[in-house]
Every structure is written in C-alpha cells, then in structure tokens.
C-alpha cells in the first residue's frame, strides 16, 4: 500500500470538554470536568459496557448536544465549520448504494475537488485501503473488513483534522484488524487527531499514546498509555486491568 499525499493537512487540533452532563429520567449519563486532547494520539477511550464511552464520541463531535458545558476545538466551541473538518466511523459501517469509486467521489466532490484530483486521489485512497481493482465493485458487497476500511477512507479521503471511531473493528478478525490499525495509525503520523472507542485491551495497549478511561458516565483516569498500562493511578484503572470493573 502507498501512502496517501497530503491535502491541506495542518497541526492537530487541541479538542477541549468542560462541564458536560447528559441524564435521561433521572439518570446521570454522563458527567465530565475537563478533558484536554493536545497530545500526538491516539487517544484511545475505555472503559465497561454502560460507561458512557460512545456517548463521549459523540459529544466531542457534535452528534449529541449536551444537557450543560461545552467541546472547544482550539478554544473555539465547536460549530458546523470543524465539524465539517472531523470524520466519524461507527462500528457498522454505513456505506451509500453506490460504487466503491462512487463512495469516496461523493465525499471528494462535496469538498470542490476537481475531477482530475478528485480521480487521483480515489486511486491513491484504493491503494492505501488495499481496494485497488475494487473501485467499481458495489460497496455493500465488499466484506466486514473491506467495508470497513472504505468507510475509514471516505471518512479520511478530505484528510479531516479529527477522526472519530467507535469500535470499528469489533466485528473483524484478527487479520481485518490489523490492517484497519495500520491505517490509523498511518492516518496519526499524517497529523489527524485519532480519537477511538475500543473494549479490546490489547488494541489499546498497541494503538494508544494515551487512554481515557470512563466509569458512570465519568472520566476515572486519563493518563500516558504506558503509564496507564504499566501503574494505573486509579483504582478503577487497576480494576479494569483486571477485568473486574463494571457498573
């Protein structure tokens, strides 16, 4: 696979959380302090079922708006413009009824590229997702691994300053893993800010520069992975470690 050439690519963004509370009938959800995101990444979020890990995601991004406080990008609360500048991938992909190509021009053309660059890149993209041959294949007729490296390369295909990902490779085997955390962290050294939801230790421990861990909708620790790994300082971080955090 080569890699892909720079579009407009700038310095990771800083992404900033304060104050954000969610509750639904009574229940608190979520309940966050201060979050800072200014490290090289991944961050890598972790935590039990029910913790509030995905709804985290979707806050940083914008999907959910939340009860109180506030998610600055740089120090400016974010807006449609940096949400525009950020790509999301779920666990599922969702794919349009198109082409492979057509999936990834969709996305090009609404960023004004020309048709030449627009071709160029779709080629370079192929290639870096191992689909090269598969441009004009049906989308939704590619494998759970190959979908989901198309839904990561459209999410990149405009090189967003922020990518979130929400388990993306929970469904995959080992070997559809592998190649979906090369291009992430291909798509980290590139300079977009990883921000990903995951349950699998191990994927952490390979993929992290620094993990967040979430318990009752509150961050219990956020720390280097390795130290995180090696001397958690929370007593959540050593239970989790030790697979007997829950809710």
Do not use: W
Request: charge should be positive; glycine fraction near 10%; aromatic fraction near 2%.
């Amino acid at each position: 696979m080569r890699d892909l050439p720079v579009l407009e690519m700038g310095q990771q963004p800083m992404i900033e959380a304060e104050g954000l509370r969610i509750g639904r009938n009574g229940e608190r959800l979520l309940d966050l302090r201060y979050l800072a995101l200014d490290g090289p990444g991944p961050t890598l979020i972790m935590g039990p079922n029910g913790a509030g890990k995905s709804l985290l995601l979707r806050c940083l991004h914008g999907l959910i708006a939340p009860d109180a406080g506030q998610v600055r990008q740089d120090g400016v609360p974010i807006g449609a413009e940096s949400r525009a500048r950020q790509g999301m991938v779920f666990q599922t992909p969702v794919l349009l009824r198109r082409s492979v190509a057509a999936n990834l021009d969709y996305v090009l053309k609404r960023h004004r590229l020309t048709r030449a660059r627009r071709r160029a890149r779709i080629e370079a993209l192929l290639a870096e997702g191992g689909l090269a041959g598969k441009g004009r294949q049906s989308a939704r007729s590619l494998s759970g691994g190959e979908g989901q490296r198309l839904a990561i390369l459209r999410a990149l295909a405009t090189e967003p300053d922020v990518l979130f990902l929400d388990e993306p490779t929970s469904a995959l085997d080992p070997a559809a893993t592998q190649d979906i955390e090369a291009m992430i962290l291909r798509a980290a050294r590139r300079g977009t800010r990883i921000v990903m939801v995951t349950h699998d230790i191990g994927q952490a421990r390979r993929l992290g520069h620094d993990i967040v861990l979430m318990h009752q909708g509150r961050i219990a620790e956020h720390s280097l992975a390795h130290d995180f790994f090696d001397d958690p300082q929370s007593q959540a971080g050593r239970r989790f470690l030790a697979g007997s955090l829950v809710l």
